[in-house]
């Protein structure tokens, strides 16, 4: 493992450059083009790759063949960026205006190519395979990176996959996983009310949408502190509405979208019930009409026991034991990496990214800037999870 972490260290001016070159030219969801050339580009470098290009848009799927049997063992990095303005001020900063890479994949992408030279460097020892998932899409759940990565046989044969994302909340240099849930599953929903636009003045001769969506809003609350067990979580946001067409009119319709985020599959159920329930009864309660739909969702990333404890392990070799931490809690953001465990064990860990005595900014931020320091040891960490730890 030392002589691994030695060749990742090697690579470091190489991971340097690719990954600014990705983060100088972001491409959003679906638009991975340029990001896609140039890994093949990397791919075909490091020599005899099993190359497949334009995968579920832009996705490209790599295999590195080990000279001894043995299964196949996935990695995965996304390669997309998020329509953010970037404000970091870096020299290597989006030239693409309006979109950056503010969610840390092109640390993820350069991270793989580096395990991708290190493992070519080993097929001598390598028992099995390693897919190599270059995922584009992963910001867009309309989209679906991850789950058209799958349907396009990305995960075919696959025994375990491993996956990770930076991780600005830690410092720079420690690990973490848990050996249970790691993130939230997502909904992203929509609510529409229809009422009975009246004049303002004559309230009663409507039925009033917007005082309808109102109450939701707030009754749909309660879903979390009166239905949810209190050691169970569940997050319901409301981040959108709108509402009525002129002061004096009463609104015929109410819209709003938001987020419900939980961890069981069970809490998930519970709380997508509850809402129907809550927006019918005010609905019938307001004499107005209602339809709560779900645009989009993701599970729970829930990592396998045994794959957990291999990344340990590993990481233990590769970061040191004191750096190696398993959070106590999961946290409420959500990954598209989720439908891989749903298909394959799999594990997916944090790489704290937190640059020293520098202000930590949170994901999807613009002024993201995780320390590029942790991709030799990310580097490392996939190639040994692919080595078998
Ligand atoms: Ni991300």
Redesign the pocket.
Known sequence: MKKLLESAGVLDASLRRIRREIHRNPEVSGEEKETAALIVRELEACGCFAIRKNVAGYGVIAEIKGALPGPVIALRA?TDALPVAEETGLEFSSCNPGVMHA???DLHTAMLLGAAMLLAERRAELAGTVRLIFQPA??DPALGGSKAMIEAGALDGVSAIFGM?VWPELPSGVFAIRPAEMMAAADHFAVVIRGKSAHGAQPHMGNDALLAGCQFVQAVQTVVSRNVDPFDAAVITVGEFSSGVTYNVLAEECRMEGTVRTYSPEVRNLVQARMREVLAGICLALGCTGELINISSHPAVINDKALAERCLQAAGKIFGNENVVIPDRPTSIS?DFSWYGKKVPAAFGFLGAAKPGEPSWP?HSCHLSPDEDVMVKGAAMYAAFALGG
């Open positions: 996304d969610c840390g994949h992963e910001e994302h990954e994901l």
